[in-house]
């Protein structure tokens, strides 16, 4: 049992969101579920511990109740297939720079405590350099990949031990955005829970084997280039 650690789950009211909800209670962890609904706040033994209603751009206002968790999950997020340019606007909001607030808040509670170790698993998409059929959709999930790679590749030695930065790369699920989706949201929230509690940095879940092995490659690629700019810069 893990009573003494707390989630914070952002897009908990959506389909991977309450299955990760209902995945960490099980195993004993207290749940702050974060949602922009109003009516979704209803408690059952299926729902989070507490709910936390927030806007994209009040990222900030969400200050006092980060300090609570020990593993936060960005797994917020929206999918459109509009061609207005108001849909790219949102998509890179939502989808990027309102979980790259998330990470640099996160960050700065984490590296305050020195006594504490602070997890951040964010679910960035295959579609980070894979496509998806939605143009606005990838580009917002590269740019976060991109923040999230550079972020964890900057951090020195010593902060890296005391806020540990995870990508969770997804395929297609079943969701509520995608309701033809290969695989199903339990089977995805499992095995996020197991590869999260695992040493990995990459927790890949797709049914595409290219994912495997591009991902990696990639990864490693702005490792040299980091380590390149450190070499460089210092």
Request: glycine fraction near 6%; charge should be positive; aromatic fraction near 12%.
């Amino acid at each position: 049992m893990n009573n003494e650690k707390t989630i914070g789950i952002t897009g908990a009211s959506g389909t991977l969101g309450k299955e990760l909800t209902k995945l960490f209670l099980a195993k004993g962890y207290k749940v702050i579920g974060f949602t922009h609904s109003r009516t979704d706040s209803e408690k059952n033994f299926e729902s989070p511990n507490e709910w936390i209603k927030w806007e994209c751009g009040k990222e900030s206002k969400l200050k006092k109740h980060l300090k609570k968790i020990d593993i936060l999950i960005l797994n917020h997020g929206i999918y459109s297939l509009s061609r207005e340019n108001s849909n790219y606007e949102n998509s890179i909001e939502i989808n990027a720079l309102s979980t790259f607030k998330f990470i640099s808040l996160f960050e700065e509670i984490a590296l305050k405590n020195e006594s504490l170790r602070r997890e951040i698993w964010i679910n960035t998409s295959e579609a980070e350099i894979l496509p998806a059929l939605n143009p606005s959709y990838e580009i917002s999930k590269s740019l976060i990949g991109q923040l999230v790679s550079f972020k964890k590749n900057l951090l020195s030695s010593e902060n890296k031990k005391r806020f540990i930065i995870k990508k969770i790369i997804l395929g297609p699920f079943k969701s509520e955005l995608n309701p033809i989706g290969i695989m199903s949201p339990k089977f995805v929230s499992k095995k996020i829970f197991d590869l999260g509690n695992s040493k990995n940095y990459l927790i890949i879940i797709s049914p595409n084997p290219l994912t495997y092995l591009l991902f990696p490659i990639k990864e490693f690629l702005n490792f040299i280039y980091c380590k390149i700019i450190y070499r460089y810069t210092s």
